[in-house]
């Protein structure tokens, strides 16, 4: 059978969101995790662990550093601080431990893993071509797996001077991508809080061995999610914004 990889970002504790996208990626060898795994949502414990519980690796991103208050939240939302203080509290010293021994980087054969970017793993957001431009001189694979925006997007490097980016044209579930001859920036989406208006929970599988990458989008009981967060207490903004995908 063929080896696929499971690719996922931005989990943040959205339990029910992850459980609907590991049974749509059914039958995977392992899941690489772009980090936020915790932060916004109402289950930090439970996602984590699930994600323990499988063949992963995971790189931290800076919701997961700043709920174990190793980074700073002054640039965060009053809401996100808010969640961040909360997750600080729910979580085990198992799970505390889990994080902070996160690595800011990973690298998996032709791939490297990162939450924000090569450049900056931890803050830097890649949200227009110019941005992934000035980020492949920072790793060394063909191709690198970025997170931390909560929107799917691909980025390709045209040639070896990196003076000609490419942003794909807008993708549509299940498109399946050939990674061809020319380096890569691909970022699968949020599982649990996706920011592109769909609230479908997003990820990507990878066959290796093809060089292919299908993207896809998958429902899940968002009002179950809300109605933990709401008796968690966590700020009605967040709640709502699941609904809308944004
Ligand atoms: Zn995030």
């Known amino acids: 059978m063929r080896v696929r990889y499971l690719v996922v970002s931005d989990i943040h504790s959205n339990l029910v969101a992850f459980e609907a996208v590991l049974n749509d990626a059914s039958p995977f060898e392992a899941v690489w995790c772009l980090g936020d795994v915790v932060g916004y949502g109402p289950q930090p414990n439970e996602c984590i662990e699930r994600l323990r519980a499988l063949p992963f690796q995971c790189v931290a991103g800076n919701h997961d550093?700043?709920?174990?208050?190793?980074?700073?939240?002054?640039?965060?939302?009053?809401?996100?601080v808010q969640a961040a203080l909360?997750?600080?509290?729910?979580?085990?010293?198992?799970?505390?431990?889990?994080?902070?021994?996160?690595?800011?980087?990973?690298?998996?054969?032709?791939?490297?893993l990162v939450?924000?970017?090569?450049?900056?793993?931890?803050?830097?957001?890649?949200?227009?071509?110019?941005?992934a431009a000035q980020n492949f001189s920072c790793f060394d694979t063909a191709y690198c797996f970025f997170g931390h925006t909560h929107e799917p997007a691909v980025y390709l490097s045209?040639?070896?001077?990196?003076?000609e980016r490419?942003?794909?044209?807008?993708?549509?579930?299940?498109?399946?991508i050939h990674l061809d001859r020319h380096r890569w920036l691909i970022?699968?989406?949020g599982v649990g809080q996706p920011r592109d208006r769909d609230p479908?929970?997003?990820?990507m599988l990878l066959d290796p061995q093809a060089r292919t990458l299908e993207y896809r989008r998958v429902e899940y009981p968002v009002e179950e999610t809300q109605r933990l967060m709401r008796a968690a207490g966590l700020p009605?903004?967040?709640?709502?914004?699941?609904?809308?995908?944004?």
């Open 65 to 80: 550093w700043a709920s174990i208050s190793k980074l700073d939240t002054s640039d965060f939302n009053p809401d996100a």
């Open 86 to 112: 909360w997750t600080r509290d729910q979580l085990t010293r198992d799970n505390w431990k889990f994080i902070q021994e996160l690595p800011e980087k990973l690298v998996e054969g032709d791939f490297t």
């Open 115 to 131: 939450h924000g970017s090569p450049r900056h793993p931890i803050w830097e957001y890649i949200t227009h071509p110019g941005v």
């Open 158 to 163: 045209l040639n070896e001077q990196d003076s």
């Open 166 to 176: 490419e942003e794909l044209p807008e993708l549509v579930q299940r498109t399946t």
């Open 187 to 189: 970022n699968p989406g």
């Open 200 to 203: 479908r929970a997003s990820y």
């Open 236 to 246: 009605p903004r967040l709640v709502e914004r699941l609904e809308y995908g944004w």
